[in-house]
């Protein structure tokens, strides 16, 4: 099987599971996009799955992150999400060529994505990452603060307030956990109703993410296969 047979037949394996999960939820699976989480996969892999049709990419590494896109050969036809924890040291660099940030958890790194978006003359969407349970060590700002800090995102002139992202607790029921995170959308959905985005949901627990209003998807393994060894 040729590594293009391989990444067609994880995504369409996995998009059988977005319909399957959007049915039971009542929800049309157009209103769900996949993000390809290709952390540690090549830039070749990244120009199959633009050629099989998919549209967004993530990457979790800056410097990885930045190395791949120059090699991409279909760059200009993709959105590209940094969904990883962000030094506030590399925020300016992230957002010279990132499309989205999904990991923005605490206001200097609004700030230093602020300044990097203006230096770069360009604008850079946003999405306010939630903690939904800090025992488990997971990152991202808590529920109580997350209007304040999406506030501050909408404010800064060039950047465009998304929505939130969260991970769901490791090892532990993802259904509370999505549902406060879809409480926490609609409070800021309040104040700012064209952040429409939540992003919830990998390759383990996307059914749960859907159930409770998930509009983009995080999927690595489940598309590309195992990830290749750390280089």
């Known amino acids: 099987m040729t590594r293009r047979e391989e990444l067609a037949a994880g995504l369409q ?11 039971v939820a009542g929800r049309d699976p157009g209103e769900v996009e996949l ?9 070749s892999d990244v120009d199959l799955l633009v050629d099989l049709g998919v549209r967004h990419i993530g990457e979790n590494r800056h410097q990885e992150a930045a190395a791949k896109m120059l090699e991409v050969r279909r760059r200009a036809d993709l959105t590209l999400h940094f969904i990883g924890q962000l030094q506030t040291n590399k925020a300016g660099a992230v957002a010279r060529y990132a499309d989205v940030v999904q990991s923005v958890d605490r206001p200097r790194l609004a700030e230093a994505l602020q300044r990097g978006a203006r230096s770069a003359g ?3 969407g946003v999405l306010v990452q939630v903690a939904l349970d800090h025992e488990s060590g997971r990152a991202g700002v808590a529920p109580a603060e997350a209007r304040a800090l999406a506030d ?4 800064s002139p060039d950047l ?10 490791l090892g532990g029921d993802p ?16 104040d700012h109703p064209r952040a429409t985005w939540v992003s919830a949901g990998m390759s383990a627990d996307l059914e749960a993410a859907i159930a409770h209003g998930a509009t983009h998807l995080r999927v690595g393994s489940a598309i590309l296969g195992s990830r290749p060894p750390l280089r």
Request: proline letters at 6%; aromatic letters at 6%; one cysteine or more.
């Open 35 to 43: 993000v390809a989480v290709t952390k540690f996969f090549p830039a």
């Open 175 to 190: 259904d509370p956990a999505f549902a406060l995170l879809r409480e926490v959308a609609r409070g800021i959905q309040q």
């Open 152 to 155: 501050q995102v909408a404010e």
């Open 160 to 169: 465009d307030l998304l929505g939130v992202m969260a991970v769901a607790p």
């Open 122 to 124: 360009r604008r850079l």
């Open 13 to 23: 394996h996995v998009l059988q599971r977005v319909e399957r999960a959007c049915a």
